[in-house]
């Protein structure tokens, strides 16, 4: 495995941040337009499919109830 400089690893981040940046604006222009909750669900879903979040397990078991 070939080892990054520094200036890799920083592209790496900015690149990161970046796309952060983007998710976050995304989820509050939905929450700006009030948008429906269909919106929400299928912006909720890509974040999961990304792997950036998924719900606490106290929280799905509370949804089965």
Do not use: R
Not at 12 to 25: H, M, P, Q, S, V
Not at 40 to 61: A, F, H, T, Y
């Amino acid at each position: 495995m070939s080892e990054i400089t520094i200036q890799e690893y920083q592209e790496i981040k900015n690149k990161e941040i970046e796309a952060l940046k983007f998710t976050i604006g995304a989820i509050a222009e939905i929450i700006w337009m009030e948008m429906p909750l269909k919106y929400q669900d299928n912006w909720l879903e890509k974040i999961m499919e990304q792997g950036l979040w998924k719900p606490d397990e106290d929280l799905v078991e509370g949804m089965k109830k």
